[in-house]
């Protein structure tokens, strides 16, 4: 079945520094990849997402490219900020009939200190 | 905001009891789901609506039934609440032709 692989957390970084966090999947097919982040004490918000193979899923200075040939979709950012602290989901979705379903990764935890 | 309420927000109950979670949506949306949050485990599917009366099976729904009278509506039930089924359960919506969720605020649920 599907699956989805995200680095293990937590991650620590200083304001300013660069991220990456790295995001396999198994599928078969095309699915679609996301990218959710969920601040403490909310629900998740779509952040990014890419539909098909070398689209680049890109928002708030988050990016994300659909890579088919690794099966990856790293979620990287240039120089982060203390309000990006906050957990972040790889996902995929792959159409059950007209039934599209999520498969999440096990989240990452960034935290950013000033 | 896809206008979506989960309540309650915050829940303690006892080991046995039956409890019942709603998620309230005011667009009119075909596709609901439930997940549950874990440490460790991301967010599993527990059931989802593809319609009124129309729901099916995610991947940990064991312990757990749906229901979904109106569109507005889907019902998520603890026949006999678990120490197991303590978690974080989020509420989604899909609109219908795109493959995005968007997902409530969560229900936290403490079960002693």
């Known amino acids: 079945g599907d699956s989805v692989t995200q680095m293990e957390g937590p991650v620590t970084l200083s304001e300013e520094a660069c991220l990456t966090i790295?995001?396999?999947?198994?599928?078969?097919?095309?699915?679609?990849l996301f990218w959710y982040v969920q601040y403490p004490g909310e629900g998740l918000q779509l952040l990014l997402k890419?539909?098909?193979?070398?689209d680049k899923g890109s928002n708030k200075g988050f990016e994300a490219t659909y890579r088919k040939e690794t099966t990856s979709f790293h979620l990287e950012k240039g120089s982060v900020q203390v309000s990006d602290s906050a957990v972040y989901f790889c996902a995929l979705s792959h159409s059950g009939g007209s039934n599209y379903k999520l498969t999440f990764g096990k989240g990452t935890l960034l935290t950013v200190n000033p | 905001d896809a206008g979506i309420t989960q309540s309650p927000r915050h829940k303690v109950t006892e080991t046995g009891t039956p409890v019942t979670l709603r998620c309230h949506q005011t667009e009119n949306h075909r596709y609901m789901y439930w997940y549950r949050q874990d440490p460790g485990h991301g967010l599993r599917l527990i059931h989802y609506?593809?319609?009124?009366?129309?729901?099916d099976k995610g991947e940990v729904s064991d312990g757990y039934s749906v229901s979904r009278s109106k569109t507005e509506d889907f019902l998520l039930t603890l026949e006999s609440a678990t120490s197991s089924q303590t978690s974080v359960y989020f509420c989604?919506?899909?609109?219908?032709?795109?493959?995005?969720?968007?997902f409530g605020p969560g229900t936290r649920l403490l079960v002693l």
């Open positions: 790295n995001c396999t999947y198994t599928a078969t097919g095309y699915p679609s």
């Open positions: 609506s593809y319609g009124v009366k129309d729901t």
């Open positions: 989604a919506i899909r609109i219908q032709g795109e493959e995005t969720q968007y």
């Open positions: 890419a539909t098909k193979a070398d």
